[in-house]
């Protein structure tokens, strides 16, 4: 069996786990408040929004193709909930932001970059000055990026949109053979991927006050089913979308 297929196979079994033991313990809490054996300090923090996130983010942190909603969701809920369990002399919100700005700096200095084999350079135009080697590394942060893939073999990289947006037009380039990954992470951003509209597509997206749509128009049939392109990250108070023309 493909180590690959196994993998796969287990991030979704594993996500079902943790959901199942977070709901059993949410309700033997549940049944502790209730009949009143449960402490009403430890009642209002335990259930509450921010809680609520905190759990929502552990689930995420099992999926198997994207650990970064769980940890932006963890950094939400612990940020929120610190004034309710410890006596903060300032306004927790002069924490937020810079937590929040800290976590997604960590974030994307420890993403792992696409492994790539050896490929002869190809020539690059001066409308896709982030491709190297076929694949996009571009990080938008309190910015917008814009930009158009000439006559160029696609092999996939990420785009990272915090606080940004980005724009990118695939429709000139040529899907390399075999699966190609893009990884597309946006926090309060968001991404436009134009493509032909004969590439194969698969949506691997995990989106939390958020989302990725398919807004594809026309969708022609390519009898080559040896390429196919595979969109995977997360939206995070964000969105994402998918077209051709």
């Known amino acids: 069996m493909d180590p690959n297929d196994v993998k796969q196979n287990n991030g979704p079994q594993m996500k079902k786990y943790s959901l199942g033991v977070i709901v059993i313990v949410a309700g033997f809490l549940l049944l502790l408040s209730n009949t009143g054996i449960l402490p009403y300090e430890l009642r209002h923090i335990l259930f509450s929004w921010q809680m609520l996130l905190i759990g ?56 792992r970059m696409p492994r790539r084999p050896f490929q002869p350079r190809v020539f690059q135009s001066a409308d896709s000055q982030n491709m190297d080697d076929g694949y996009i590394h571009e990080e938008n942060i309190f910015s917008g990026g814009k930009q158009r893939v000439m006559h160029q073999v696609f092999r996939g990289g990420h785009i990272n949109c915090v606080f940004g947006g980005s724009e990118v037009d695939l429709t000139q380039a040529t899907l390399a053979d075999g699966i190609s990954e893009l990884e597309v992470n946006t926090i309060f951003g968001g991404v436009t991927l134009i493509v032909p509209a004969d590439w194969r597509i698969q949506l691997k997206m995990t989106s939390i006050m958020g989302g990725f749509s398919d807004k594809r128009s026309f969708i022609k049939e390519n009898p080559d089913t040896s390429k196919i392109l595979i969109i995977k990250g997360s939206t995070i108070f964000g969105g994402g979308e998918l077209k051709s023309y």
């Open 56 to 111: 929502i983010g552990v689930v995420s942190l099992f999926s198997s193709e994207s650990r970064t909603p769980g940890t932006i969701l963890i950094l939400i809920g612990s940020t929120f909930i610190i004034p309710r369990v410890f006596d903060i002399p300032f306004n927790v919100m002069h924490l937020f932001w810079p937590v929040i700005l800290i976590g997604v700096g960590v974030l994307i200095l420890t993403k």
